[in-house]
């Protein structure tokens, strides 16, 4: 039987806050406590909380024929735990359930896999201890890299780890004539199996649902439904993968989003041949129909499906150099303190908002950056980081 297979993104970072150049050497408190905590609280009522409610009374509703897939990034997990333990508690209870399967990926919501192995590692070693404490042990089979950034060589890494599958995006310059709706294997190390985005029918929930101008607005559930019985006989998969925030914050109650999601399962199960499925299942019973080929890193951002949302401008590059330039001294530090900001400086959102794109990919970025401009968020970032190169210093002073 063909399957779906939902799988949601859960990522808050730590905001920085204002930093002005006279703080550099006296502040060593890089981080927006207020922002963060508002953020995170109105974020928990308007999605994490419904939504898990939601997802929670439809497994036991369909008896477990119903499943969906999460990550966590460690910083979310970093901030229920401060901010929102009963956001947490929650999440706990869904995965109770047994239908709701977890994965793994870099603590810190990173881009190390471009840049560094060891930490990468170490990223994704900090995230499965954080996975196991707060879920009774559980250790994910399956990774997601931060974005869905994927190439071969970053699958290489992850299969060397035991992973037994990745998930990332289904671009159309990497697919070609192929579909997503296979599941296919690293080009490199073929044991690890590729679970790649249907993009059209993941977006037409994600980010078009709630807009009044696409032609097939509004998206109802029969003409959702329509659309996946028009996918090919052949085909064995349909991967809808998004960020879980679409469901009351990206797109607002009032859409009718949760009216959606709440009648989708009936109707998947009662008018089509698909039934559901998490990621390792999904790896565990369907055949790989060959490897696909990217030698070059995809993401599942903006139009060009690449790493320019993060890595594609001279504010970017030299803020992410710079950051790891400074990988041995933090870890000859062998501070925890000096290792936590340093991870959190990491996060891919500091990135994010340097990003100087423009038409309807720079409006997306606008919309999550709390900054003016780009330039406000780069020199905000870096007076961050001279102060953090200071303390760097100090603490290599102190070990002579």
């Known amino acids: 039987m063909r399957t779906i297979c939902f799988y949601f993104q859960v ?47 439809l497994i036991r509703k369909y008896d477990g024929k119903f499943k969906v897939c999460f990550s966590l990034s460690g910083t979310v997990l970093d901030q229920m735990e401060a901010y929102a333990p009963e956001v947490l508690h929650s999440f706990q209870e869904l995965v109770a359930t047994g239908h709701v399967e977890l994965l793994n990926e870099t603590y810190g919501h990173s881009l190390c896999a471009l840049k560094s192995e060891t930490e990468f590692k170490d990223m994704v070693s900090l995230h499965q201890e954080k996975i196991q404490h707060h879920f009774n042990g559980y250790k994910p089979k399956v990774f997601r890299n931060t974005e869905l950034i994927y190439s071969d060589d970053i699958g290489k890494m992850v299969a060397d780890m035991g992973f037994e599958g990745i998930l990332s995006e289904g671009a159309k310059h990497i697919l070609g004539w192929k579909s997503p709706n296979f599941v296919y294997v690293n080009a490199i190390e073929p044991k690890l199996k590729v679970l790649l985005k249907n993009f059209r029918l993941s977006d037409d929930i994600a980010f078009r649902f709630g807009e009044k101008t696409w032609t097939d607005y509004p998206l109802t559930t029969d003409k959702f439904i329509g659309w996946i019985n028009q996918v090919p006989k052949e085909d064995e998969v349909i991967n809808l993968f998004m960020d879980y925030e679409t469901f009351g914050e990206h797109q607002w109650k009032e859409t009718g989003i949760f009216d959606f999601m709440r009648n989708l399962p009936e109707a998947i199960l009662s008018q089509t041949d698909f039934n559901f499925s998490t990621p390792s299942e999904v790896i565990g019973n369907a055949s790989p129909v060959g490897q696909i080929d990217v030698p070059i890193p995809i993401s599942w951002a903006d139009e060009e499906r690449d790493l320019t949302a993060w890595l594609g401008n001279d504010l970017q590059d030299e803020a992410f150099d710079r950051l790891f330039e400074l990988e041995k001294q933090v870890k000859n530090a062998n501070d925890p303190d000096i290792y936590k900001d340093w991870r959190y400086l990491q996060t891919s959102d500091h990135f994010y908002y340097m990003c100087t794109k423009f038409f309807s990919d720079g409006d997306i970025h606008a919309y999550f950056s709390p900054y003016e401009s780009p330039y406000e968020a780069f020199i905000n970032y870096m007076n961050v980081l001279s102060d953090f190169i200071l303390r760097l210093k100090k603490a290599e002073k102190a070990k002579v």
């Not at 002005?20 to 995170?40: K, V």
């Open 11 to 57: 990522h808050q970072p730590f905001r920085l806050k204002p930093y002005r150049f006279f703080e550099i050497g006296d502040d060593h408190d890089y981080w927006d406590d207020y922002s963060n905590r508002n953020i995170m609280n109105k974020v928990a009522k308007k999605c994490y909380l419904p939504m898990n409610q939601l997802l929670l009374e």
